[in-house]
């Protein structure tokens, strides 16, 4: 399983970003759960939002709730981060990740999660 996130950069506070993350491999044989996850300097990496592949079902954290939408591409095999009203708090490496047993209670557990791309830097200047 292969996955490449993409859309970082750096953005004034209040900007708008939109990751992209292309995943190919048998995982989608299954029906996965697909998650962003951050990484802030100094930081441990927390959970930011996650997807249920066959579904759509979503779950975010408090932190982005109504600021970041997370939706997938069946037919591109892509998910996406629409992340609005950017704060320098957001600024962070974002990985897009896949867990392949997609079981809902386990969408925010970084340890659920098998699979993890490169990482795209965002940065949010104030």
């Known amino acids: 399983v292969q996955l490449q996130a993409s859309g970082g950069g750096l953005v004034q506070a209040g900007g708008s970003l939109r990751l992209s993350c292309l995943a190919s491999?048998?995982?989608?044989?299954?029906?996965?759960?697909m998650g962003w996850f951050r990484q802030a300097p100094g930081k441990e990496r927390e959970f930011v939002a996650a997807?249920?592949?066959?579904?759509?079902?979503?779950v975010y954290a408090d932190s982005v709730k109504g600021r970041f939408t997370i939706s997938r591409d069946k037919a591109k095999k892509t998910i996406f981060l629409q992340m609005n009203s950017l704060k320098p708090d957001d600024t962070a490496i974002y990985y897009c990740?896949?867990?392949?047993?997609?079981?809902?209670?386990?969408?925010?557990?970084?340890?659920?999660?098998?699979?993890w791309g490169q990482g795209t830097l965002v940065t949010v200047s104030s």
């Open positions: 990740a896949a867990n392949p047993r997609g079981i809902l209670s386990t969408m925010r557990i970084a340890n659920e999660y098998d699979y």
């Open positions: 491999g048998r995982t989608f044989i299954e029906n996965p759960i």
């Open positions: 997807v249920r592949w066959s579904t759509g079902a979503t």
